[in-house]
């Protein structure tokens, strides 16, 4: 994935299904200049229910790798590359 060799995303520490979120969430900003939808990522990471991207999603910010813009749809950052 060339979009990880770029950033390098730090992995380390996370759950297979969290990673696969990161690197999922990283590859879509990089091709669409905006985060995924909770679907796109349910159905990228296949899960059934949006319930569970919101469990990875907050896992992921509470352990400081996605920062989660409020109020705003669409608006989750790599934290590592957050302004």
Known sequence: ???EQRHKLPLAGL????AQA???IDQYQAE???S???DE???ALGLAAKSGVHRIISQLVD???LVRMPNRARSLQ???RAA
Request: charged share 30%; with cysteine; proline share 4%.
């Open 1 to 3: 994935m060339e979009t």
């Open 15 to 18: 759950t297979s299904r969290q």
């Open 22 to 24: 990161l690197k999922f």
């Open 32 to 34: 669409h200049d905006c």
């Open 36 to 38: 995924p939808s909770f």
């Open 41 to 43: 990522l349910r159905e």
């Open 63 to 65: 352990r400081g790798r």
């Open 78 to 80: 790599i934290a590592s």
